[in-house]
């Protein structure tokens, strides 16, 4: 049978008739949470004595003195408790029943209410910030060959750095967070030493600047407004040029970097404006996306989609990029795509896209037209379209803009797909049974833009005329299938519609209009309306033409009016306030003309 002693040494307790003195709470708590072997206990250990041989001493536990009544032996007994006061209440006394309480709750301020997020909060947060980025500083100068001396200072200022990141959760607080001078503190760190330092503050901007963060305009432009004040940018490529992006850490400061300047590209166009006037951020840029590696990282897909973002916003920065040669890099590199797929979800396929997106939105502008023109562009998006696979639509879609629009270098475009033989490439792939909706609108797109901007008697506009008309106008058949398949689909949204707003009033309808309109669209109003264009500049350019559309349309009991109400429709809304604008209707009236 267990022996008394040896049910007290497994309770942890000491030698049965010698107690330990008592030790001070902290102590105690302190055992509790670090132990010996690293664990964390909820009892506390003592370390057992070495037990005497103390045979003939009497087993259990002493008894109180008899004439000691102010001792405290912890609660009176219960009243069912044993008369005799075998068991002597709860066997511990007072205090280290408080003892034990602390232990089960050491911090009793737990359920206190949260820290409120308030401007003396900001306040308080923004002095300690800047003591601690003071006292790295000094003790950083101070022991410069002895960082032993100031890595402590660097880990508490790196534990600030990231506590900022609360910001984010209360964007009501930017404006302060602006005007007290800490934004401008946090943005000086990209220029520390440490680049760990300089990479947590460019993280904490990014969470700050994030399109996520529940911020209103005044709050967002009074944040980024004080970071470019700083020369956020200017840092920014500082550290792209300094950071090795064959280091993990270094790698992750990068893609923060460039996160950074997305938010700041994404906020409004006036920042992303001025984001573009950085030459140096543009070059770096540039450069990033040339870098040659086995398989497209990450950052290189970033730099790209960055470059992407930039032109898609303003016309400025489009004509900024164009300056720069960016066509003939980005030629140089969707040249690779040629007859090679890049693989299939995977960071090399979206930055493909992305080179393409920006060389589309570069060549809507005059100048990037005629750079498209010099860097030869023409000519491999027409190779593309015979060869390519998972580029084809996409060297199709900047085609497609490169030749739209108006003005002199619109035309040029259009003459030189001419000359480079294209209309042979763009009227096979129009014949293809298996085009989908974005082909065949980008391929109207162009013959629209073609008849539109190729001068009268011209033989470039002979040419293009003549692929409609030959071959017994099989072209310009398939131009009237196409558009009863357009305005099928269309009839019956409008129905549709119609019904919508039969039982709503005037101001619902407003309301609603818009969505009632990208309904319109996504039934394909766009193609059907440039359908009707290119089949009015064929019925006014070819009198065979006119005949061979009058009779397809008569099989479904349909004239010309049809195509008019179209045009006509057009008309109604175009913004007449730019001079394209102008343009574009006083064409389509002269159109409308030759419908009747």
């Known amino acids: 049978m267990t022996s008394i002693d040896e049910l007290f040494k497994a309770s942890g307790v000491g030698n049965k008739r010698k107690l330990e ?33 103390d045979d003939d001493v009497e087993a259990g536990p002493a008894p109180p003195p008899e004439d000691d009544e102010s001792a405290d032996y912890g609660p009176d007994l219960p009243p069912d408790d044993d008369e005799d006061g075998r068991f002597f209440g709860g066997g511990i006394t007072a205090q280290e029943n408080d003892v034990l309480d602390y232990v089960d709750d050491p911090d009793p301020s737990a359920d206190a209410a949260p820290e409120k997020f308030d401007s003396a909060w900001l306040r308080r947060t923004a002095l300690n910030f800047e003591k601690r980025i003071n006292k790295n500083a000094e003790l950083r100068a101070k022991f410069e060959d002895e960082p032993q001396k100031f890595i402590a200072s660097e880990a508490d ?6 506590a900022l990141s609360i910001l984010s959760e209360h964007p009501e607080l930017y404006p302060e967070f602006a005007k007290i001078g800490s934004v401008a503190s946090l943005v000086g760190l990209l220029a520390h030493e440490n680049t760990d330092i300089a990479i947590d503050a460019v ?17 967002w432009n009074a944040l980024v407004d004080a970071l470019l004040e700083a020369d956020l940018l200017g840092l920014l490529v500082s550290n792209f040029e300094r950071l090795d992006e064959e280091q993990e850490v ?23 404006e001025q984001v573009a006037k950085n030459d140096k951020l543009l070059k770096w840029l540039l450069r990033r996306i040339q870098v040659k590696e086995a398989t497209v990282s990450q950052n290189k897909q970033y730099a790209a989609e960055v470059l992407a973002i930039l032109v898609q916003t303003s016309s400025k920065n489009r004509r900024k990029l164009a300056s720069l040669d960016a066509f003939d890099i980005m030629l140089q590199l969707v040249a690779s795509y040629r007859k090679r797929d890049p693989e299939k979800g995977g960071e ?55 030749i739209g629009g108006t003005g002199a270098a619109g035309t040029e475009v259009c003459q030189r797909v001419v000359e480079a033989g ?27 833009s073609m008849l539109r901007l190729l001068p009268a008697d011209s033989p470039e506009r002979i040419r293009t005329l003549a692929k409609f008309v030959e071959k017994d106008y099989e072209k310009t058949g398939k131009l009237v299938k196409l558009r009863r398949e357009y305005a099928t689909r269309l009839s019956s949204v409008d129905e549709a ?3 919508e707003q039969a039982g709503i009033d005037a101001e619902e309808r407003e309301e609603r209009a818009d969505e009632w309109f990208s309904r319109r669209l996504d039934a394909g109003l766009f193609c059907l309306q440039t359908l009707d264009v290119v089949l009015a500049w064929l019925v006014a350019e070819d009198g065979g033409a006119r005949k061979t559309i009058q009779k397809l349309l008569a ?25 394209e604008g102008k343009d574009t209707k006083e064409m389509l009236s002269t159109l409308v003309e030759f419908l009747q």
Not at 209 to 219: H, L, P, Y
Not at 424 to 437: Q, R, W
Not at 559 to 569: A, D, F, G, M, Y
């Open 555 to 579: 099989d479904r009991d349909e004239t010309l009016s049809v195509i008019r109400e179209t045009i006509q429709e057009q008309i109604d809304g175009i913004d007449m306030e730019d001079a």
């Open 250 to 272: 270094d790698r992750s400061g990068v893609y923060f970097a460039l996160s950074v300047v997305e938010n700041l590209c994404s906020g409004r166009m006036t920042t992303a």
């Open 157 to 162: 200022l790196d534990a600030d750095i990231k």
């Open 203 to 219: 993280e904490i901007i990014n969470e700050l600047t994030d399109e996520d963060v529940a911020a209103d305009d005044d709050q």
């Open 21 to 53: 003195p008592l030790r001070d709470p902290n102590e105690i708590y302190k055992s509790v949470r670090l132990t010996s072997n690293g664990r964390s206990s909820r009892h506390a250990r003592i370390e057992d004595e070495a037990a005497e041989n």
């Open 348 to 402: 090399e396929e979206e930055y493909m896209e992305n080179l393409f997106e920006a060389l589309t939105c570069l060549a809507d502008e005059p100048e990037g037209k005629t750079k498209f023109m010099e860097a030869e562009g023409i000519e491999l998006c027409l190779i593309m379209l015979k060869e390519g696979k998972m580029s084809k639509g996409a060297a199709l879609r900047l085609l497609d803009h490169a």
């Open 422 to 448: 294209g209309l042979k490439n763009i009227f096979t792939l129009f014949m293809k049974k298996s085009n989908d909706n974005h082909t065949i609108e980008h391929l109207i797109g162009i013959f629209a």
């Open 497 to 499: 519609i119609r019904a």
